[in-house]
């Protein structure tokens, strides 16, 4: 039996050599980094920028949550039509929409708007991050790749709060979203970059989207 199980490891780190996949994974960080270093700190930027109190913090937060609902549905849908189409949109709007949150960071009924439109739109990372990787991946890889997204997770979210903690500390919380535009706008950037190599189509969307659900509920 121990043997079988590190031929059955072995026979899935072939997909380790697709540049491809590094791509996405490095992508994958960054795009979680991207998303928490301004996501991260959301209740101190209320509670400084805007200057809700504590209840308006919570219910804005619950709303935030409602929309990503929403916001996930719709990406999974967009996802089982065009994935790099919907990749690219969710990187501008999330960019665009933390931009206005800067601008109008101080006005109370804005920042309620953009605050919903921000949940619609975050929540469809976590999907768009499985899919785009997986979705070239062999089925007989995906449950070795999906251990590393995962683990991409991870480290991508602790960099995010750790890169939003040092801006903060360094220029003040109403600058933190900069560092998540950064990020986004570099991801924006590699989502261009191809290796000669014909994305394959992916599974069924209902396929995929249970492997992202998995994914997000680990």
Same mark, same amino acid.
């Given at each position: 039996?121990?043997?079988?199980?590190?031929?059955?490891?072995?026979?899935?780190? !072939?997909?380790?050599?697709?540049?491809?996949? &590094?791509?996405?994974?490095?992508? /994958?960080? =960054?795009?979680?980094?991207?998303?928490?270093?301004? !996501?991260?700190?959301?209740?101190?930027?209320?509670?400084?920028?805007?200057?809700?109190?504590?209840?308006?913090?919570?219910?804005?937060?619950?709303?935030?949550?409602?929309?990503?609902?929403?916001?996930?549905? =719709?990406?999974?849908?967009?996802?089982?039509? $065009?994935?790099?189409?919907? /990749?690219?949109?969710?990187?501008?709007?999330?960019?665009?929409?933390?931009? =206005?949150?800067?601008?109008?960071?101080? @006005?109370?009924?804005?920042?309620?708007? @953009?605050?919903?439109? &921000?949940?619609?739109?975050?929540?469809?990372?976590?999907?768009?991050? $499985?899919?785009?990787?997986?979705?070239?991946?062999?089925?007989?890889?995906? +449950?070795?790749?999906?251990?590393?997204?995962?683990?991409?997770?991870?480290?991508?979210?602790?960099?995010? /709060?750790?890169?939003?903690? =040092?801006?903060?500390? $360094?220029?003040?919380?109403?600058?933190?979203?900069?560092?998540?535009?950064?990020?986004?706008?570099?991801?924006?950037?590699?989502?261009?970059?191809?290796?000669?190599?014909?994305?394959?189509?992916?599974?069924?969307?209902? +396929?995929?989207?249970?492997?992202?659900?998995?994914?997000?509920?680990?």
């Amino acid at each position: 039996m121990p043997a079988t199980r590190k031929s059955a490891g072995d026979s899935q780190l !072939y997909v380790l050599k697709s540049p491809l996949l &590094w791509l996405n994974l490095i992508s /994958t960080i =960054l795009m979680l980094a991207g998303m928490f270093s301004s !996501y991260g700190y959301l209740a101190a930027y209320m509670e400084k920028i805007t200057h809700m109190n504590g209840t308006q913090i919570s219910v804005m937060l619950l709303l935030f949550g409602g929309m990503g609902v929403l916001g996930n549905w =719709l990406t999974g849908k967009a996802l089982s039509k $065009n994935v790099m189409l919907t /990749t690219r949109v969710f990187f501008t709007a999330l960019i665009i929409v933390q931009i =206005l949150a800067y601008m109008f960071g101080g @006005l109370f009924v804005p920042m309620v708007i @953009l605050l919903s439109l &921000w949940g619609a739109i975050h929540t469809g990372g976590f999907l768009i991050g $499985n899919i785009r990787t997986t979705r070239s991946v062999p089925h007989s890889a995906l +449950e070795f790749v999906n251990s590393l997204l995962t683990s991409c997770y991870n480290i991508g979210i602790s960099l995010g /709060t750790m890169l939003g903690g =040092l801006i903060i500390a $360094n220029f003040g919380v109403h600058h933190v979203v900069w560092m998540s535009v950064g990020l986004l706008a570099v991801n924006l950037g590699l989502s261009f970059v191809t290796f000669g190599e014909k994305h394959q189509q992916p599974a069924p969307a209902t +396929e995929l989207e249970k492997e992202a659900m998995a994914i997000m509920h680990a």
